[in-house]
C-alpha cells in the first residue's frame, strides 16, 4: 500500500500523442513521412506513409480497418483508369473558418485546390472580398465553397454569388448538437472585418440554425440560399449519426444538391475535449444509411454524396466510394502536409507552427506551400487509381456503391472485432433496371417561376447601368425568398458594394411569402404594404425594407402582428422598419443593420454582434442572450423592461447625448418610411419620452470601446490595446 500511494498517473494519451499512450493514425513516424513525401515529391516515401496507416488491423483504429477487397472483377491496366486530373475534381478541402486556422493556411489550401481544380471551403468565417480577384500570376485564393452556419459571419449577396458551392453546416463531425466559439484572443481586427464583429470579443456559434427547426425550414433555406446564387450547388452537411440515412432523404426531398456526411473523429483540435470523444459515428456507418436509405426511397439519383472525416489515405477514398461517397473531404492531412504538428492547441493561440493561430509572431512560422497540398492530393489520386485499378474500376464513378467488394471476413477473426456483425454495412439493396448508385439528375428549384424573374426584367436598367428604377407589383404568400434573385444580379453587375440608396425602389401590395427580401445588397428598397412571413430581411446587406398595414386597415398597427419569427437573422448592414409588433428572435446574429420594430417576442437581439436596434413596445423573455456587440434601445414605457432581459452579456444604462441623438434620428428614419403613429408621438413629446427609453449595452463590447478610447485619449494604437485587452 505504501508504494502505491506514490505511484505516477499514467499519461494517456487520448488527445494529444504520448509515447506510452493510446494508439494515434497521426503519430510522430506518420506525420514525418507525409510532410518529408509531399515536400519533396517522392511517392514511395508517401506509400510508406499509406502503409503505415492502412496496417491497421492490430489496433484497429477504425472501422474501415476491418474492409478487406475482394472483387470479382479483373483487374485492368492502370492506363485505362481515369487520369489523376479527373479523380481530383471530386476532392475538397474541409471546413476550418478563417479565425480558427490562420489566413496563410487557409490561402494555401485555396490556391492549391484552385490549381488542382478541386475545392476548398471557407469554414463559418466568412472569406475577405479581396481573395474573390485572381492574382497577377494567375493563382487565386477563392473559396469554391462558402459555408453557410448558425453563426452567419459574413454571409452577404458578395459571399454567396462568389460561389461554386454553398454549404449549410447543419452540425460538425466533431461535436454534433454543440455550437463553436472564437475566443476574443483570436478575433484579432482582421478577423473581426471579415466576420463583421468587434475585434477582441469572443463569438458564439450557437447550435442550432434559427431558421431550421424543420425539414420544411431547411428547404426554405436551401431555397434562399439558391436564389441568392442560382448556379451554386446547395450542400447539407450532417454528422454521421444512427438515423443520418432518414435525415439526408428529407435533405434530398428539399431540394439539396449534395448531402456531406461527416465522420466524428473530424475536427480541429478547438473543439472541447468531451467533444473530441463519444459524439457522432463514424463515416462508415453514416455513409453507408445514407446510401441505402436514398436507394430504397428512390432518391438517390438526384443528389451528389460527400463524406469527410479523417480521410488520409487512398484506400480511405475507395472504401468510401464502395459505401456511396462520390466526393471526398480532406481537413486534418492538407493541414499536415502544410506544417501543422497535432499539437493540439488550437484554441490558445499558440500554435507554434503558424498554422491554428493568429499571432503575427507565429503566423511567421509558417512554413506550408501549395505546391505541398497539390503533391499531396496527386499522390492520393494516383494510389486511387492503382487500387481501382487492381479491383477492375475504371472510374471512380464506376465503383460508387458497390458495397459487395468490401470483406469483412478476415478481421471479424480478430478477438477485438469477435462477434461484431458488419453485414448490414455491406448491404446492398435490390436496384430496379435503370437505377442508379449515384447522381445522375439535377433538381428543379423552381427559380424558372420566381417573382423575381419578372423584377430582373423590370430593372433591366438599373442593372445595365444603374439608372433608377421604381415599380410597383402585387404579392402572395406563394411569393417566397422575393428580392433576392435580384440582389444576386445587381452584386454581379456591380459588386459587393451595390448600387447607390434607392436605386431600385419596388413597392408591394399583400401578404408576402418567407424570406422576403433575403440578402438583399445596397441600392435596393423594398416597401410592402401589407404583412410579412418569417425570415423578413435575412442576412440583408445593405438593401432597404420597410413593412407597413394598408393605410385603409382598421386595426392598431403598433397592437397587432405585421411579420414573423427570425427577422435579420445575420444581417450585416442595411435598413429594416415595420410598423407593428414581430415574433421571436428578432435580429439574432444582427452583425450590422439597423431594425426598428414595435413590439418583439421572446429571445430579442439573441447573440447580436452588431448593429442598432430599435424597440418601440414591448419585448418577450431573454432578450440579449449571447448579445455580445451593437447596441439596443428599448422604449420601456412600464418600466417591466428590466424582468425580461438576460443580464449575463450586456448591462442596461441611461442614454447621453450622443445616444439620444442617434435614437432620434432612426425613430425620424422610422416614421418617413412608414408613417408610425408610435414614432410621430415619441417625436412629438421628445424631451420627455426619450427618459423611458433603456439602454441594452453588451459589458464584451463597452470594455473594447474603453480600452480603444483610452488610447486615442495616450496618442497609442487603439487596436493594440485591445487586443491587449482582450488577452487579459
Same mark, same amino acid.
Given at each position: 500500500?505504501?508504494?502505491?500511494?506514490?505511484?505516477?498517473?499514467?499519461?494517456?494519451?487520448?488527445?494529444?500523442?504520448?509515447?506510452?499512450?493510446?494508439?494515434?493514425?497521426?503519430? $510522430?513516424?506518420?506525420?514525418?513521412?507525409?510532410?518529408?513525401?509531399?515536400?519533396?515529391?517522392?511517392?514511395?516515401?508517401?506509400?510508406?506513409?499509406?502503409?503505415?496507416?492502412?496496417?491497421?488491423?492490430?489496433?484497429?483504429?477504425?472501422?474501415?480497418?476491418?474492409?478487406?477487397?475482394?472483387?470479382?472483377?479483373?483487374?485492368?491496366?492502370?492506363?485505362?483508369?481515369?487520369?489523376?486530373?479527373?479523380?481530383?475534381?471530386?476532392?475538397?478541402?474541409?471546413?476550418?473558418?478563417?479565425?480558427?486556422?490562420?489566413?496563410?493556411?487557409?490561402?494555401?489550401?485555396?490556391?492549391?485546390?484552385?490549381?488542382?481544380?478541386?475545392?476548398?471551403?471557407?469554414?463559418?468565417?466568412?472569406?475577405?472580398?479581396?481573395?474573390?480577384?485572381?492574382?497577377?500570376?494567375?493563382?487565386?485564393?477563392?473559396?469554391?465553397?462558402?459555408?453557410? =452556419?448558425?453563426?452567419?459571419?459574413?454571409?452577404?449577396?458578395?459571399?454567396?454569388?462568389?460561389?461554386?458551392?454553398?454549404?449549410?453546416?447543419?452540425?460538425?463531425?466533431?461535436?454534433?448538437?454543440?455550437?463553436?466559439?472564437? $475566443?476574443?484572443?483570436?478575433?484579432?481586427?482582421?478577423?473581426?472585418?471579415?466576420?463583421?464583429?468587434? $475585434?477582441?470579443?469572443?463569438?458564439?456559434?450557437?447550435?442550432?440554425?434559427?431558421?431550421?427547426?424543420?425539414?420544411?425550414?431547411?428547404?426554405?433555406?436551401?431555397?434562399?440560399?439558391?436564389?441568392?446564387?442560382?448556379?451554386?450547388?446547395?450542400?447539407?452537411?450532417?454528422?454521421?449519426?444512427?438515423?443520418?440515412?432518414?435525415?439526408?432523404?428529407?435533405?434530398?426531398?428539399?431540394?439539396?444538391?449534395?448531402?456531406?456526411?461527416?465522420?466524428?473523429?473530424?475536427?480541429?483540435?478547438?473543439?472541447?475535449?468531451?467533444?473530441?470523444?463519444?459524439?457522432?459515428?463514424?463515416?462508415?456507418?453514416?455513409?453507408?444509411?445514407?446510401?441505402?436509405?436514398?436507394?430504397?426511397?428512390?432518391?438517390?439519383?438526384?443528389?451528389?454524396?460527400?463524406?469527410?472525416?479523417?480521410?488520409?489515405?487512398?484506400?480511405?477514398?475507395?472504401?468510401?466510394?464502395?459505401?456511396?461517397?462520390?466526393?471526398?473531404?480532406?481537413?486534418?492531412?492538407?493541414?499536415?502536409?502544410?506544417?501543422?504538428?497535432?499539437?493540439?492547441?488550437?484554441?490558445?493561440?499558440?500554435?507554434?507552427?503558424?498554422?491554428?493561430?493568429?499571432?503575427?509572431? #507565429?503566423?511567421?512560422?509558417?512554413?506550408?506551400?501549395?505546391?505541398?497540398?497539390?503533391?499531396?492530393?496527386?499522390?492520393?489520386?494516383?494510389?486511387?487509381?492503382?487500387?481501382?485499378?487492381?479491383?477492375?474500376?475504371?472510374?471512380?464513378?464506376?465503383?460508387?456503391?458497390? =458495397?459487395?467488394?468490401?470483406?469483412?471476413?478476415?478481421?471479424?477473426?480478430?478477438?477485438?472485432?469477435?462477434?461484431?456483425?458488419?453485414?448490414?454495412?455491406?448491404?446492398?439493396?435490390?436496384?430496379?433496371?435503370?437505377?442508379?448508385?449515384?447522381?445522375?439528375?439535377?433538381?428543379?428549384?423552381?427559380?424558372?417561376?420566381?417573382?423575381?424573374?419578372?423584377?430582373?426584367?423590370?430593372?433591366?436598367?438599373?442593372?445595365?447601368?444603374?439608372?433608377?428604377?421604381?415599380?410597383?407589383?402585387?404579392?402572395?404568400?406563394?411569393?417566397?425568398?422575393?428580392?433576392?434573385?435580384?440582389?444576386?444580379?445587381?452584386?454581379?453587375?456591380?459588386?459587393?458594394?451595390?448600387?447607390?440608396?434607392?436605386?431600385?425602389?419596388?413597392?408591394?401590395?399583400?401578404?408576402?411569402?418567407?424570406?422576403?427580401?433575403?440578402?438583399?445588397?445596397?441600392?435596393?428598397?423594398?416597401?410592402?404594404?401589407?404583412?410579412?412571413?418569417?425570415?423578413?430581411?435575412?442576412? #440583408?446587406?445593405?438593401?432597404?425594407?420597410?413593412?407597413?398595414?394598408?393605410?385603409?386597415?382598421?386595426?392598431?398597427?403598433?397592437?397587432?402582428?405585421?411579420?414573423?419569427?427570425?427577422?435579420?437573422?445575420?444581417?450585416?448592414?442595411?435598413?429594416?422598419?415595420?410598423?407593428?409588433?414581430?415574433?421571436?428572435?428578432?435580429?439574432?446574429?444582427?452583425?450590422?443593420?439597423?431594425?426598428?420594430?414595435?413590439?418583439?417576442?421572446?429571445?430579442?437581439?439573441?447573440?447580436?454582434?452588431?448593429?442598432?436596434?430599435?424597440?418601440?413596445?414591448?419585448?418577450?423573455?431573454?432578450?440579449?442572450?449571447?448579445?455580445?456587440?451593437?447596441?439596443?434601445?428599448?422604449?420601456?414605457?412600464?418600466?417591466?423592461?428590466?424582468?425580461?432581459?438576460?443580464?449575463?452579456?450586456?448591462?442596461?444604462?441611461?442614454?447621453?447625448?450622443?445616444?439620444?441623438?442617434?435614437?432620434?434620428?432612426?425613430?425620424?428614419?422610422?416614421?418617413?418610411?412608414?408613417?408610425?403613429?408610435?414614432?410621430?408621438?415619441?417625436?412629438?413629446?421628445?424631451?420627455?419620452?426619450?427618459?423611458?427609453?433603456?439602454?441594452?449595452?453588451?459589458?464584451?463590447?463597452?470594455?473594447?470601446?474603453?480600452?480603444?478610447?483610452?488610447?486615442?485619449?495616450?496618442?497609442?494604437?487603439?487596436?493594440?490595446?485591445?487586443?491587449?485587452?482582450?488577452?487579459?
Amino acid at each position: 500500500p505504501e508504494m502505491l500511494q506514490h505511484r505516477e498517473l499514467e499519461f494517456g494519451g487520448e488527445y494529444q500523442w504520448r509515447r506510452e499512450g493510446e494508439y494515434h493514425l497521426f503519430n $510522430p513516424e506518420t506525420v514525418f513521412k507525409l510532410q518529408h513525401s509531399t515536400r519533396t515529391k517522392r511517392y514511395e516515401i508517401f506509400k510508406e506513409y499509406t502503409n503505415l496507416v492502412d496496417n491497421q488491423s492490430e489496433q484497429l483504429s477504425t472501422l474501415r480497418g476491418l474492409f478487406t477487397f475482394r472483387s470479382d472483377r479483373p483487374p485492368i491496366p492502370i492506363d485505362e483508369v481515369e487520369p489523376i486530373s479527373e479523380i481530383i475534381k471530386r476532392f475538397a478541402t474541409g471546413a476550418m473558418s478563417y479565425g480558427s486556422i490562420s489566413a496563410e493556411a487557409h490561402e494555401t489550401l485555396a490556391i492549391a485546390m484552385n490549381r488542382l481544380g478541386g475545392k476548398s471551403n471557407t469554414g463559418e468565417g466568412g472569406e475577405d472580398p479581396e481573395r474573390f480577384v485572381t492574382l497577377p500570376n494567375g493563382d487565386s485564393k477563392r473559396s469554391s465553397i462558402k459555408q453557410v =452556419a448558425s453563426g452567419r459571419f459574413g454571409v452577404t449577396s458578395d459571399y454567396l454569388t462568389n460561389a461554386d458551392d454553398i454549404q449549410i453546416k447543419m452540425a460538425q463531425g466533431a461535436k454534433p448538437g454543440e455550437g463553436g466559439q472564437l $475566443p476574443g484572443r483570436k478575433v484579432y481586427p482582421w478577423i473581426a472585418k471579415t466576420r463583421h464583429s468587434t $475585434p477582441g470579443v469572443g463569438l458564439i456559434s450557437p447550435p442550432p440554425h434559427h431558421d431550421i427547426y424543420s425539414i420544411e425550414d431547411l428547404a426554405q433555406l436551401i431555397h434562399d440560399l439558391k436564389n441568392a446564387n442560382p448556379e451554386a450547388r446547395i450542400h447539407v452537411k450532417l454528422v454521421a449519426e444512427v438515423g443520418v440515412g432518414t435525415v439526408a432523404a428529407g435533405v434530398s426531398k428539399a431540394k439539396a444538391d449534395v448531402v456531406l456526411i461527416s465522420g466524428h473523429d473530424g475536427g480541429t483540435g478547438a473543439s472541447p475535449l468531451t467533444s473530441l470523444k463519444h459524439a457522432g459515428g463514424p463515416w462508415e456507418l453514416g455513409l453507408a444509411e445514407t446510401q441505402q436509405t436514398l436507394l430504397l426511397n428512390n432518391l438517390r439519383d438526384r443528389i451528389v454524396v460527400q463524406v469527410d472525416g479523417q480521410i488520409k489515405t487512398g484506400r480511405d477514398v475507395v472504401v468510401a466510394a464502395l459505401l456511396g461517397g462520390e466526393e471526398f473531404g480532406f481537413a486534418t492531412a492538407p493541414l499536415v502536409v502544410s506544417g501543422c504538428i497535432m499539437m493540439r492547441v488550437c484554441h490558445l493561440d499558440t500554435c507554434p507552427v503558424g498554422v491554428a493561430t493568429q499571432n503575427p509572431e #507565429l503566423r511567421a512560422k509558417f512554413s506550408g506551400k501549395p505546391e505541398f497540398v497539390e503533391t499531396f492530393f496527386e499522390f492520393i489520386a494516383q494510389e486511387v487509381r492503382e487500387y481501382l485499378a487492381a479491383l477492375g474500376f475504371r472510374t471512380i464513378a464506376e465503383a460508387v456503391g458497390h =458495397a459487395e467488394v468490401l470483406d469483412t471476413s478476415a478481421a471479424v477473426e480478430h478477438w477485438k472485432a469477435a462477434g461484431l456483425d458488419l453485414a448490414p454495412i455491406l448491404y446492398v439493396p435490390e436496384l430496379d433496371a435503370g437505377q442508379e448508385r449515384r447522381q445522375t439528375v439535377t433538381q428543379d428549384h423552381g427559380l424558372a417561376a420566381a417573382l423575381d424573374q419578372e423584377l430582373i426584367a423590370a430593372c433591366a436598367a438599373a442593372l445595365a447601368d444603374g439608372t433608377p428604377v421604381r415599380i410597383s407589383r402585387p404579392i402572395r404568400n406563394i411569393n417566397r425568398t422575393v428580392g433576392t434573385l435580384l440582389g444576386h444580379e445587381v452584386t454581379k453587375a456591380h459588386g459587393g458594394g451595390g448600387l447607390p440608396d434607392d436605386t431600385i425602389s419596388i413597392d408591394f401590395n399583400g401578404s408576402a411569402g418567407n424570406s422576403f427580401g433575403a440578402f438583399v445588397p445596397k441600392g435596393i428598397t423594398l416597401r410592402l404594404e401589407g404583412d410579412a412571413n418569417d425570415y423578413v430581411g435575412k442576412g #440583408l446587406c445593405g438593401g432597404r425594407i420597410a413593412v407597413f398595414p394598408p393605410a385603409s386597415s382598421p386595426f392598431v398597427a403598433e397592437e397587432n402582428v405585421i411579420a414573423g419569427n427570425v427577422l435579420l437573422y445575420g444581417a450585416t448592414s442595411g435598413e429594416l422598419y415595420l410598423r407593428g409588433k414581430v415574433g421571436e428572435r428578432f435580429a439574432v446574429r444582427n452583425s450590422g443593420a439597423v431594425a426598428v420594430a414595435e413590439g418583439v417576442g421572446d429571445h430579442g437581439c439573441e447573440y447580436m454582434t452588431g448593429g442598432r436596434v430599435v424597440i418601440l413596445g414591448t419585448t418577450g423573455r431573454n432578450f440579449g442572450a449571447g448579445m455580445s456587440g451593437g447596441i439596443a434601445y428599448v422604449y420601456d414605457t412600464d418600466g417591466s423592461f428590466p424582468s425580461r432581459v438576460n443580464r449575463e452579456m450586456v448591462d442596461l444604462e441611461p442614454l447621453d447625448s450622443d445616444d439620444q441623438q442617434e435614437l432620434q434620428q432612426l425613430i425620424r428614419a422610422h416614421f418617413v418610411e412608414t408613417g408610425s403613429a408610435v414614432a410621430e408621438a415619441v417625436l412629438e413629446r421628445w424631451n420627455s419620452e426619450v427618459e423611458r427609453f433603456v439602454k441594452v449595452m453588451p459589458t464584451d463590447y463597452r470594455r473594447v470601446l474603453e480600452a480603444q478610447r483610452q488610447a486615442e485619449d495616450a496618442g497609442s494604437d487603439p487596436m493594440v490595446a485591445i487586443m491587449e485587452a482582450a488577452h487579459g
